[in-house]
């Protein structure tokens, strides 16, 4: 059996536990010779500092706003050449709230792209301000107090593009990620997967605890594995907590970050009621 190279190279500058680390690994086991085009983030840093680099592929570092543009193009020039390559965007939630227009725009053409945001729920690499994704209540340095919106559902938007192939995956469970990837690669046209990275320093717990953090917001429904590939079904990872009374640990998973520092039992009880919300507003489209 072959045994790939990681496309991620040891001494690279990320933060211990950081997600994206865990994630970009599992990229490179899953996809044959990506192209990678990543917009400003911690992922750029990762990445490595001219001249080192430390992902083993080639990267395309773009603006902000840009990557699923660019990507396009690329895709659009490597066809017309006759080769065939896994164009991969890789982004934050930030380069997703700040890109949208342009994911929006290449999910409409149906650009044949492979979009992963790694959502570490807020714009870290530049000091933890809170994004689009950023659970309600946590504090960021820009909702001190903790954030007073709701988190907007990134993938259930991109769902609504039409879009031949669009997931959920988790830093906690790689193999349903590779899978996922595994699976997208296959398909032809715009494929979606946001990726949960709950980050050591932006969330604050122990950088030992990415894992473990990842896998609570699971287990207590607060992250729903799911995907869609003409039908929408729950991942097994997830699929026992369709069940409410399975769901365990909301507390703790809160409790276990120093982001939600302060937080009550009512404001755990609102979280509850808006965790059952998602979960039937996902069993709609499982049923639909
Ligand atoms: S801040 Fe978080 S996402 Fe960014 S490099 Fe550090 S651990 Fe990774
Ligand atoms: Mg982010």
Redesign the pocket.
Known sequence: MEVKESILLSGNP??Q????SLGLRALGLALDDPVVIIPAG?ST??AGIHPKATINAPVLHVPFASAPAVASGIASAFRREGKKKQIVVWMGDGGADIGFATISGAAVRNEDIIVIVSD?EAY??TGIQSSGTTFWKAKTTTSPTGKSEERKDLAAIMLMHRVPYVATASVGYLPDFINKLEKAKKIRGFRFIQLH?P????WRFDSSKTVEIARMAVKCGAWILWEFDGKLSFSPASRPYKDKMKRTGLTEYLRAQGRFKGIDDSDIETIEKNIDMQWKFLEAFENF
């Open positions: 990320s933060c536990g950081c997600p994206h911690c840093i990762v570490n870290m690499n990275s980050c050591p320093p932006g």
